[in-house]
């Protein structure tokens, strides 16, 4: 085993990381509290014996490899520990890290800095790819020192973990060496863009014919007719959405003349809530039908369908807002789940 130097001693000039000595064990014991018991699962406030017991564990970890670094934190002005980081390889390059505040210190923003100086270690001396923190969605102060530390939301782990007998979800924040710095436009606004909520959008077409008719498609994935349409993609607008989504569908990309309606969807049948654009397909010789192409696969057949017979044939949220849609086409549509916002 090629020997591993001595644990360092971090600091920004205020805050200080510094290895854990015998000495720190009766004040940090005394510093736990029910916060603490909570989200790191412990059975209890933890013993003395506990305690020294876990910092033995941490050097000899240390000592193999630096599999585990751990941390005192200590601050400017403040006698013994404030707090205590950690480092945690779990694969090659890639390492978890945690964090805890003791009571007295919290809101002073120790761990945010503490993450900060343990990071640049982790990147620099330990030669790591990437850091990554598991946090419990109601951690909420866990979770605004990972994004203020540069951390993005990667996603939920549904069930990944217990806590004090409970099954609960786990929320993954992930750094990597090359992310930009969490001060700059982008590094800010690619944090901001991993929490802040995101809403599918969606893309239909409302094809008519010259009888007032609207073009509906027999799907394979449920009994409801449909319209010509479906999800946007990551990075496409709604309206070339739309188009792909029909070409896919019928073979054909009509062209679209304007916006009849914008929809918001609450959460449906495990769908989450949604925003909808139903575009004007336009108005046809009901032979147009002719001319489209289903797929096959996801469109099994298309028919015109006259406003006052589609109850029974569509899903409810159509039977509401297609008889409105089609009774006044060339006007905007605000919708609240096929309803006129008013």
Same mark, same amino acid.
């Given at each position: 085993m090629t020997a591993v130097p001595p644990q360092p001693t971090l600091t920004d000039g205020e805050l200080t990381l510094r290895p854990w000595r015998e000495e720190d064990i009766d004040t940090a014991v005394g510093l736990h509290d029910d916060e603490m018991v909570r989200w790191f699962d412990f059975p209890g406030l933890p013993e003395? =014996?506990?305690? $020294? =017991? $876990?910092?033995?564990?941490?050097?000899?970890?240390? $000592?193999?490899d630096r599999r585990v670094v751990s941390f005192v934190v200590e601050l400017a002005g403040e006698s013994g520990p404030v707090g205590s980081v950690e480092v945690r390889r779990i694969a090659d390059g890639v390492a978890n890290i945690s964090w805890t505040t003791y009571k007295p210190y919290r809101g002073r923003r120790v761990?945010?800095?503490?993450?900060? @100086?343990?990071? +640049?270690?982790?990147?620099?001396e330990l030669g790591l790819d990437r850091l990554e923190a598991k946090v419990d969605p109601e951690n909420r102060a866990s979770a605004r020192v990972a994004i203020r530390s540069g951390f993005r939301r990667e996603g939920l782990l549904r069930g990944a973990t217990t806590l004090q007998g409970e099954r609960r979800d786990v929320a993954v924040y992930g750094l990597r060496r090359d992310d930009p710095r969490p001060d700059t436009l982008f590094g800010w606004t690619a944090l901001m863009d991993s929490v802040l909520p995101k809403k599918r959008v969606i893309a239909h077409v409302v094809v008519r014919d010259t009888a007032g008719r609207v073009l509906l498609c027999q799907v394979s994935y449920k009994k409801d007719l449909e319209l010509p349409g479906g999800v946007v993609e990551p990075d496409e607008?709604?309206?070339?959405?739309? =188009?792909?989504?029909?070409h896919e569908e019928l073979g054909v990309a009509l062209p679209l003349l304007g916006v009849l309606a914008i929809d918001w969807l609450p959460r449906w049948e495990g769908w989450g809530d949604a925003v909808e654009i139903l575009y004007d397909g336009g108005v046809h010789d009901p032979g147009l039908i002719d001319e489209l192409t289903p797929d096959g696969f996801e469109i099994r057949g298309i028919a015109w369908h006259s406003a006052d017979a589609l109850a029974g044939l569509v899903s409810p949220l159509?039977?509401?807002?297609?008889? @409105?849609?089609? =009774?006044?086409?060339?006007?905007?549509?605000?919708?609240?789940?096929?309803?006129?916002? +008013?």
């Open positions: 003395r =014996s506990n305690l $020294a =017991s $876990a910092i033995e564990e941490w050097h000899r970890q240390y $000592a193999d761990a945010r800095r503490a993450v900060r @100086l343990l990071t +640049v270690y982790a990147f620099g607008d709604p309206a070339t959405g739309a =188009s792909r989504e029909m159509n039977a509401r807002r297609l008889p @409105l849609i089609l =009774s006044e086409p060339t006007r905007l549509h605000n919708l609240r789940d096929g309803q006129p916002i +008013v």
